[in-house]
């Protein structure tokens, strides 16, 4: 038996690659779909193959056949939209990020937490077979303490008239908020480690909008390890490197275009020798790099999965709304106020 879905916001992200992925599992399947704009929904349920097709989320909560809805709408929506399907009964995965604040991300765990749903979180990156392939090898100690790390991921997003993520309104931020929002989740995921402190500036350099096109922030960690995110709509996807690094005291991992929407990239671990000890002249000794090597998957589909199998086995979706919340923290600490203390 398969679990029965509902899509409330049938566009981009959902159409491009979350419906396909669900297309290719063996625990769900699409059941209705909504989208405010009518072709948009009836486009996805011929493509996919559901039942139903509505411009009314209600309808779609008012199915007892429906198990659970996956919301991808825009990021305005997503409050009132979780908090009725939470009334409704109905499970949640939530596209990112939760939603405009941490105050609103809060009102929506709570819901969840109160009519007793899941509620999965859409930070499909998690599951990219290199990244949890480096979160075991960190787990390992194969490059000691962890001192430093990096994220950036970048784009070419130009003004577009009526796009809802150039108003900070309806997306609740730009760069930092849409792309910003993967590199802090899976940098404190792959190492382990949470931002205690963050401190960060955003700017609009390159466009009109009223959303950042470039943000740069660095996290101190539990620990005391330092961790650097820094996203950009301005930089050309021909000119990008999106690089992932994590650099201990033994060693490193450098993966280069693991973070976006397909399993693909390369990653090389530099495990240093014992003690390598002072040297004075910084001579820099060469050690063999080792490529790493995994079988790639579909992050969508194992997302899905991972989400359905926790409602099937009555557990916690292992990307849930209280494991991701700091990430909103950050966002709004560096947007509200440059940065500042989170807890
Ligand atoms: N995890 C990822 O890789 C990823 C990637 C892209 C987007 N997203 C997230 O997914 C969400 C949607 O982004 P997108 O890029 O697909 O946007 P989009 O603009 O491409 O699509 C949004 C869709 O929602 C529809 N819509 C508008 N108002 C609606 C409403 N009130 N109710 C239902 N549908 C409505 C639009 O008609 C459109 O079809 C956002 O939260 C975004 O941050 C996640």
Not at 79 to 90: D, M, N, R, V, Y
Not at 94 to 116: D, F, H, R, V
Not at 246 to 268: D, H, P, R, W
Not at 319 to 343: F, H
Request: charged residues 20%.
């Amino acid at each position: 038996m398969k679990l029965k879905w509902g899509i409330i916001g049938c566009g981009g992200i959902a159409d491009r690659r979350t419906l396909p992925g669900m297309m290719l599992s063996e625990t769900s399947e699409c059941y209705a779909v909504m989208d405010a704009n009518p072709k948009a929904a009836e486009a996805c349920r011929d493509k996919y193959g559901a039942k139903f097709a509505t411009t009314d989320y209600n309808e779609i909560l008012a199915m007892p056949e429906v198990d659970c809805v996956y919301i991808a709408s825009p990021v305005f929506c997503h409050k009132e939209q979780a908090l009725a399907a939470a009334k409704a009964k109905k499970h949640i995965l939530l596209e990112k990020p939760l939603g405009l604040t941490t105050e609103e991300s809060l009102e929506i765990i709570q819901a969840c937490e109160e009519n007793g749903v899941k509620l999965g979180v859409g930070f499909m990156m998690r599951y990219h077979a290199y990244h949890q392939a480096i979160k075991e090898i960190i787990a390992k100690g194969t490059i000691g303490d962890i001192v430093s790390m990096r994220a950036q991921f970048t784009c070419w997003y130009p003004d577009i008239e009526g796009a809802w993520r150039q108003d900070k309104k309806l997306s609740g931020g730009g760069a930092f908020v849409d792309l910003g929002v993967h590199c802090i989740d899976l940098l404190q995921y792959i190492s382990g480690l949470q931002a205690v402190e963050v401190t960060g500036f955003s700017a609009t350099q390159t466009f009109n909008y009223n959303v950042d096109d470039s943000t740069a922030m660095v996290m101190r960690m539990s620990g005391g390890a330092l961790g650097i995110v820094d996203v950009n709509f301005n930089i050309p996807d021909s000119a990008a490197n999106n690089p992932l690094e994590f650099y201990g005291t033994k060693g490193s991992i450098i993966a280069v275009g693991t973070l976006g929407q397909e399993e693909g990239g390369n990653v090389k671990i530099l495990a240093c020798p014992e003690d390598t000890g002072y040297d004075a002249k910084q001579s820099r000794i060469t050690v063999e790099p080792i490529e790493l090597k995994v079988d790639f998957g579909n992050m969508y589909t194992k997302e899905i999965d991972a989400f359905a199998n926790a409602v099937i086995n009555d557990t916690e979706p292992p990307v849930n709304g209280r494991n991701t919340l700091s990430v909103q923290k950050i966002i709004d600490a560096v947007y509200t106020g440059g940065g500042g203390k989170i807890n």
